[in-house]
């Protein structure tokens, strides 16, 4: 992973009931751009950080950098700036990291969705197997992880629900799924 200093690194929580962290790279000190990393969290809080897994970097271009011709686009979000043509392309990657957590018959998944919104959604799921059922941990983690994606669906929608609440003045919208 390389970084340039005002890149934004986010950190999926290593355990299902930590918090995902997120913050700025003020500065490099790998060969080319590489890491340790120095950042500031969003708590405020410094501190070098050798990425590994569950870290994403998401790329920020200054406004010198969006002229170059090797550089890409810069991305116009709409909820930021929103006088955008809607003909102009967007392309945005999101995330979704998934951490399961099996003890006996009970299985936990905590659901993370990494996005370019400053507040990242997470949900959780739960199965238990019967006693009198076979033990096939996959089916817990299946079933498990279903409920984390289809609560984290359910807050996804009523956020874009708030929002467009937020940008029409009405009190009450529903997003048919």
């Not at 930590?18 to 969290?41: C, I, N, Q």
């Not at 905590?110 to 949900?123: E, I, R, T």
Request: charged fraction near 25%; glycine fraction near 10%; aromatic fraction near 4%.
């Amino acid at each position: 992973m390389h970084a340039r200093p005002g890149d934004r690194l986010v950190l999926a929580a290593p355990h299902t009931s930590g918090a995902t962290r997120d913050g700025e790279v003020l500065e490099t000190r790998g060969p080319d751009g590489g890491p340790p990393f120095l950042v500031r969290w969003s708590d405020g809080q410094e501190g070098l950080l050798y990425p590994g897994p569950g870290a994403l970097l998401r790329v920020s271009h200054s406004v010198d950098d969006a002229d170059s011709s090797d550089s890409p686009a810069p991305v116009v979000d709409p909820v930021v700036d929103p006088v955008v043509d809607p003909g102009t392309a967007h392309v945005r990657e999101w995330h979704v990291r998934i951490s399961i957590f099996e003890r006996g018959n009970d299985t936990d998944a905590n659901v993370v969705l990494l996005s370019d919104a400053p507040q990242h959604l997470s949900a959780q799921g739960h199965a238990r197997r019967s006693t009198d059922d076979i033990f096939v941990p996959e089916i817990g983690d299946e079933v498990a992880v279903a409920r984390a994606l289809r609560r984290l669906a359910d807050r996804l929608l009523g956020t874009a629900e708030e929002d467009i609440a937020g940008m029409t003045g009405e009190e009450h919208v529903t997003v048919k799924s």
